[in-house]
Nanobody, 123 residues
Framework: QVELVDSGGGLVQAGGSLRLSCAAS????????IGWFRQAPGKEREFVAA????????YYADSVKGRFTISRDNAKNTAYLQMNSLKFEDTAVYSC????????????????WGQGTQVTVSS
């Protein structure tokens, strides 16, 4: 079992920045790839970014490429999502997730989920 706690969301103006954190406890954090997903009201959950267990490989949705950066610190059992140049359309609940089988953009590939943190971007 891996428990994930998301934090760092909030209200920010368009063009601003936020850093989300995903703190893990339980099984060995470094055994899992980490993904960030988001869900806006009335929309399906969508992939944002993922990072391999070692941090050596990262993947991004086209909509956030160049603006968001995913990272992890295995010594601290924590993953991060740095979000810059935020846009109104980035408004959503953001959740991190852990996958034992490797990085993926598919929701179904992830084994454990955080509770989510709200990000609201005002235009």
């Amino acid at each position: 079992q891996v428990e994930l706690v998301d934090s760092g969301g909030g209200l920010v103006q368009a063009g601003g920045s936020l850093r989300l954190s995903c703190a893990a406890s339980g099984r060995t954090f470094s055994n899992y790839a980490i993904g960030w997903f988001r869900q806006a009201p009335g929309k399906e959950r969508e992939f944002v970014a993922a990072i391999s267990w070692s941090g050596g490989r990262t993947y991004y949705a086209d909509s956030v490429k160049g603006r968001f950066t995913i990272s992890r610190d295995n010594a601290k059992n924590t993953a991060y999502l740095q979000m810059n140049s935020l846009k109104f359309e980035d408004t959503a609940v953001y959740s991190c997730a852990a996958a034992f089988d490797g990085s993926s953009s598919y929701v179904s590939e992830y084994d454990y989920w955080g509770q989510g943190t709200q990000v609201t971007v005002s235009s």
